[in-house]
């Protein structure tokens, strides 16, 4: 079984603070991790992935995360936070074991300027 | 652009209608995977296709169904549509079915059933 949750519904920065959207995942297998990113009216565009190699992974605009599996983590960080970055962020578990990408309900990233 | 197209972008219909949402996968992508997002329930997995093969079923409702076809498109249809239908819906693809592989997502299909 697997299950990702996501501990913050929504998330309000100032432009130029740091971002962080946290995330827990439950699996019996050894999991790939991803976030992906959603605005408005839009489909989901992958931000980046853990498949295994690397634990602290770089993905696009600026965004990494660290994979934690003693604290079966895959927090979202950014240094600076840029306007264009306002949209839902989602993570997203998925694991041998079935196979099928579980996703997390989301966090609604809010910046302010 | 991710290279997945959804058909059609918007749609209005009445209750006890029936529709037909279709996806084109990206170039070379053997899987399709369908999702429903609503405000209540997140983004939900209804179903995924392999080479024209059901692989995995979700949370669908026996009201829906889908198919992929011979050239790997893939069309999910709603029947006997009620208010709760409304939603935005997704279709995704993947190379295979491993689960290293990432999900290429369309913009989606939003259904409003008035």
């Known amino acids: 079984a697997q299950s990702v949750t996501q501990l913050d519904s929504h998330v309000s920065v100032s432009e130029g603070t740091p971002v962080l959207l946290r995330c827990n995942y439950s699996?019996?297998?050894?999991?790939?991790l991803f976030w992906y990113v959603q605005h408005p009216n839009k489909g989901l565009q992958l931000l980046l992935k853990?498949?295994?190699?690397?634990?602290l992974v770089k993905g696009i605009n600026g965004f990494e995360a660290e994979f934690k599996k003693s604290e079966t983590s895959f927090h979202l960080t950014k240094p600076s936070a840029h306007m264009s970055d306002a949209a839902e962020y989602f993570c997203?578990?998925?694991?041998?074991?079935?196979?099928?990408?579980?996703f997390g309900r989301g966090t609604s990233l809010i910046v302010h300027p | 652009d991710s290279g997945v197209t959804q058909t059609p972008k918007h749609l209005i219909t009445a209750t006890g209608q029936r529709v037909t949402l279709r996806c084109s996968p990206r170039?070379?992508?053997?899987?399709v995977y369908w999702y429903q997002q609503s405000l209540d329930q997140g983004l939900q997995f209804l179903i995924q296709?392999?080479?024209?093969?059901?692989?995995a079923k979700g949370n669908i409702l026996e009201r829906f169904s889908a198919q992929q076809f011979p050239d790997l498109h893939s069309e999910l249809n709603l029947s006997s549509l009620e208010l709760g239908d409304s939603a935005l819906y997704f279709c995704?693809?993947?190379?295979?079915?491993?689960?290293?592989?990432?999900?290429?997502f369309g913009e989606g299909s939003r259904l409003t059933v008035l």
């Open positions: 699996s019996s297998y050894s999991p790939s």
């Open positions: 995704a693809s993947s190379q295979g079915t491993t689960n290293t592989g990432e999900l290429f």
């Open positions: 170039s070379g992508d053997l899987s």
């Open positions: 296709y392999y080479n024209g093969e059901e692989r």
């Open positions: 853990y498949t295994s190699a690397a634990t």
């Open positions: 997203v578990v998925r694991t041998g074991g079935s196979y099928i990408p579980t």
